[in-house]
């Protein structure tokens, strides 16, 4: 599937069938996670992995009595450990840990998707008692609750805000498309033009340093 595919068709999916998921899917999936950006290139998130039908109950308590969260067959709960960001980032632990712990999350739920496996992003909870039920330390901190299951809900991606409304060129507010916004431009033929143009210079290159080679 194309990535720009998945990325739409990554949507909340509430619903599960409850069959198993292969433990080789979660595996990448969560694997996934680790190529995401992280703050100087140091992971700090742990995920709780959660199959247990009475631990489902207590998470699904936990959030806010979310019914349906006990009835996914897998729960991922992504954890941002600030003790192992303080070392290098003092103060601002917290804020980058939580940077990379959802940049991973996302990573988790676009590869879910592309392996046919629904997800939910779930941030309602109360924190207090999500660490009692999986006994998570002070200095550790949940940051998303992602279930995983199978369903054949055609969830639709909902309406997204457009484009024109989300950009501005520049600087804030400035809506309007600067026509000289090189290299973006609108002239696709130009642009093409000017990729002929480098490729027609790599080409002649590489064909004098075939020259050269050849008379050596
Ligand atoms: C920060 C955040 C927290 C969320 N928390 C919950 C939640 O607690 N329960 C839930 O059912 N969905 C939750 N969702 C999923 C939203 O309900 C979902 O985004 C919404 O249904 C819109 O669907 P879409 O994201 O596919 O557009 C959360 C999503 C985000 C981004």
């Known amino acids: 599937m194309d990535i720009k595919d998945v990325i739409e068709g990554s949507v909340n999916v509430k619903k599960y069938w409850l ?3 292969p433990l080789e899917l979660v595996e990448d999936i969560i694997d996934s996670g680790r190529y995401a950006v992280c703050a100087d290139g140091e992971i700090n998130w742990k995920v709780v992995i959660i199959v247990d039908d009475k631990l489902k109950d207590k998470i699904s308590n936990c959030c806010m009595r979310q019914g349906w969260i006990s009835k996914a067959p897998v729960i991922l709960v992504l954890c941002s450990d600030i003790k192992h960001m303080e070392k290098y980032y003092g103060k601002k ?3 980058y840990g939580r940077h990379n712990t959802l940049a991973a999350a996302e990573n988790m739920r676009i590869a879910a998707t592309s392996l046919g496996v629904s997800t939910c992003w779930v941030n309602f909870f109360e ?3 999500l ?3 999986l006994k998570i330390p002070d ?4 940051e998303v609750v992602l279930t995983l299951g199978y369903s054949d809900l055609k969830t639709k991606m909902p309406n997204r805000t457009s484009l024109d ?3 501005y060129f520049n600087e804030w507010d400035n809506t309007v498309f600067p026509e000289d916004f090189w290299p973006i431009g609108r002239k696709t033929e130009k642009i093409q ?3 002929d143009k480098g490729f027609k210079k790599l080409r ?3 064909a004098n340093l075939l020259k050269l080679k050849k008379k050596k």
């Open 19 to 21: 069959d198993k998921i």
């Open 93 to 95: 632990a917290e804020h």
């Open 127 to 129: 924190e207090k008692s």
């Open 131 to 133: 660490r009692r039920v």
């Open 139 to 142: 200095s550790v901190t949940p």
């Open 165 to 167: 409304k989300l950009v």
């Open 193 to 195: 033009e000017e990729i």
């Open 204 to 206: 002649e290159k590489a």
